[in-house]
C-alpha cells in the first residue's frame, strides 16, 4: 500500500520561509522521480518542482524558481520543499506526488493528502 504523508505547512507571513516534508512508503522510493504541487482556491493544481531518483534533475515552476528548493533523502524514503521569500500568492494545499515518465509525459499515480500553507501580506 502507497502512502505519501505530507507535513510542514503553516501560517507564515510574506518574506519568510516553510520547510515541507513528504514520507513515502510503499514506493520504490530510491528510483522513483518525485514532485510537488499545489492547489490555490478556486484554481486547478499546478506543478511546482520535480526532482530524480537521484536529485541529478531537478526542475521547478517559473513562479517558484530561485526561491523554492527541492531536494530528497533516499534512506529516509523524504522529499522535502524549502519554500523562502514567500509571498500571498504562495498560498495553497501543497501536494506531493510520484512522477512517472511515459506516454512522453510525467504521470502521477499516487498523491499524499496535502499541507494547507498559508502567507498572509
Known amino acids: 500500500q502507497v502512502q505519501l504523508v505530507e507535513s510542514g505547512g503553516g501560517l507564515v507571513q510574506a518574506g519568510g520561509s516553510l520547510r515541507l516534508s513528504c514520507a513515502a512508503s510503499g514506493l520504490t522510493f530510491r528510483v522513483d522521480t518525485m514532485g510537488w504541487f499545489r492547489q490555490a482556491p478556486g484554481k486547478e493544481r499546478e506543478f511546482a518542482a520535480r526532482i530524480s531518483w537521484d536529485s541529478g534533475y531537478i526542475v521547478y515552476a517559473d513562479s517558484v524558481k530561485g526561491r523554492f528548493t527541492i531536494t530528497r533523502d533516499n534512506a529516509k524514503n523524504t522529499v522535502f520543499l524549502q519554500m523562502n521569500s514567500l509571498k500571498p500568492e504562495d498560498t495553497a494545499v501543497y501536494y506531493c506526488?510520484?512522477?512517472?515518465?511515459?506516454?512522453?509525459?510525467?504521470?502521477?499515480?499516487?498523491w499524499g493528502q496535502g499541507t494547507q500553507v498559508t502567507v498572509s501580506s
Open positions: 506526488a510520484d512522477e512517472l515518465f511515459r506516454n512522453d509525459k510525467y504521470e502521477n499515480d499516487y
